[in-house]
């Protein structure tokens, strides 16, 4: 057992040199002032700045929509993806994951060229366009996962008890497959707040998201209040996560 | 008497070019409890999917109550299903899986509560309503799924095999409760299962099943003493199957000796496969009043009963089950009863196979070229060929015989072995060896040419 266990050593040293020594680091810059005491200035900093509420206010709402249209498009498309009666191939399934093997700031590159020559005006529709883009892989691969595992027999038994089809997802597909529309939810919202190449791609910097204002602050050296809004970012993103995996410990207990 | 509540008329259904079922032709009679019976891959739950809608025949229909419902799609169809392994809503608990088809029939919420009370009752489930259903035993997850079927009061109840995946005491327990149910409910239970025991426990009647075809239709007594084929008389209880010659009625002779029976109008000299249960051979260590003798081969105690294998004088082996323990190699004398006799028709005395000639000496058949004794008929005739059962010669493997096939089916008939081996091209050949062989195996199949015989097709 002790021999095992001295294997995890390396990952353990990576685990420490690369996540948690930068957020012990993130945590001590955003509670310091410049001259490296102890404060809390920069947190109230934030929540007495205007300018800065409203861009993270702006990024909850976009990151909201973003989440919301990936789930609407991605859902139907699992879906129909996992359906063997309407998708034969497993090319098809291929193609909707294709995209992911590309960069995504390549992606938002090429998109904002093709935006500028077909002439459109870059703003939140583009914006969105691009964050729908790069992220509804990440809302259909879940989805489709579950869907596929689901065991045929639950939507069986409810066409036994007399639901149509309509109710039988309604009824029984909907709500066992949320597992999979919670992980979708999480692996779309989490990115969507911090993101800011997109926003800087799509909206020529028209838009700031939070994301934006932490990189600014960064590169023009203000550390500390950098960290402490990248602190703020991280603890909401923390507790979005709890209240997920809180509810996919419930649906997914159930589905084993 | 009763009246026909599900008739299934012709039904015929194939998965990517398989026959699942061939023209099954069945009905069955309000309230009465029918099992369908048969090994797996047997096609018994493709019938099951049939009835409850899942499934679509490529022929035949399905008439309820006198309408046919082929057509109609599951959630119309007035019957409910108990799936094997129970299909319960993990995302509801006991009591929002029990009410899951009231509430879509919209039925007043106090109705709803007063009847799924009353069906736990039933299942012996009170109490357990706000359970989570992943909290349930095996068994108490079947009671749920029974009662949520219940429920709904169907006019027929399916089950899949709904007790497959209980352990043996809990299986025998729920065996009592549902034919006390369904006495009680007076609801007509079609019920799919592979176990012979508890198809001849629970039914009233019984439909064996197999390769897609009825073999037999009729109560538990009927199908165990009075089985119509080997394969009927093999698959339910223990038994001795051997070849037999009818020698004038109520006379038969196999074993090498002649036994007085009960059977009449077979003929004279015909041949027939006999069936004796082995509880109804008599054993006893006097010889002098024995029809035959035998020596004792082993002995095993086996609770109620021993059960002994013994060789007999001319060199069959037949399996007994007696009260008594005999010592092994020890001389027995055996006594067989005419009425325990069961007599059957061969279901064929020979291979028949459709071929084409290809040659002189060479026939296309079973997929492959065979060759064989030198024929006149032109090339491109069709012809049957008669192959007997022993003239198949089995090759290890499959490359080695002129087509390749898979055992299927095997029945010790006290001296060999009869088994049937379905061709690459899904004929079946049937062959009798001494050599032993599995389920499943793969074989070369290859025929001496002196043993065909060619006949001109409509002569």
Known sequence: MNKRSSWTIPYLIFLILFVVLPLILVMVYAFQDAQGSFTLSNVTKF????????????SIEVALENTLICLLLGYPAAWILANKKLNKSSVTIILFILPMWINALMRTLATAELFNMLGVQLGKGTLLYGMVYDYLPFMIYPIYNILMKMDKSYAEAAEDLGANPVQVFAKVTLPLSMPGVWSGVLMVFMPTVSTFAISEFLTNNKIKLFGTIIQENINSSMWNYGA??????LIIIGITTLFSSDDDKQVEGGTV | MADKIIDLVHISKSFSGKK?????????NKGEFITLLGPSGCGKTTLLRIIAGFCKPDDGCVIMDGSDISDLPPHKRPLNTVFQRYALFPHLDVYENIAFGLKLAKVPADEIEKKVKKVLKMVSMTDYEDRDVNSLSGGQQQRVAIARALVNEPKVLLLDEPLAALDLKMRKDMQIELK???????????????????ALTLSDTICVLNGGKIQQIGTPTDIYNEPCNSFVADFIGESNIVNGTMVEDRKVSFIGHEFECVDEGFGCDVPVDVV????????????????????????????????????TDNGFEMMIQDYNAFEVGSTVGLIIKPQDIQVMKKERLANVFSGTITSETTVEMLGGEFEIPATTLENGTEVEVEVPFGAIDLQDHSDDGNVGGEVSFLLYKGDHYHLTVVADNDENVYVDTNDVWDKGDLVGIKIDPKDIVIRKKDE
């Not at chain 2, 699942?20 to 069955?28: A, E, G, H, S």
């Not at chain 2, 002098?288 to 060789?311: L, M, N, P, R, W």
């Open chain 1, 47 to 58: 929540f007495s700045d205007a300018d800065a509420m409203s861009t993270f206010a702006l």
């Open chain 1, 228 to 233: 402490a809004l990248a602190f703020i970012m």
């Open chain 2, 20 to 28: 699942v079922l061939d023209d099954i032709n069945l009905y069955v």
């Open chain 2, 180 to 198: 006390e149910m369904h006495k009680k409910l007076g609801i007509t239970f079609i019920y799919v299962t592979h176990d012979q025991e508890e």
């Open chain 2, 276 to 311: 004796i249960r082995p509880e109804d051979i008599y054993i006893m260590n006097r010889t002098d009043a024995a029809q035959f003798t035998g020596v004792v081969k082993s002995c095993t105690f086996k609770g109620v009963h021993y059960e002994i294998f013994i060789d």
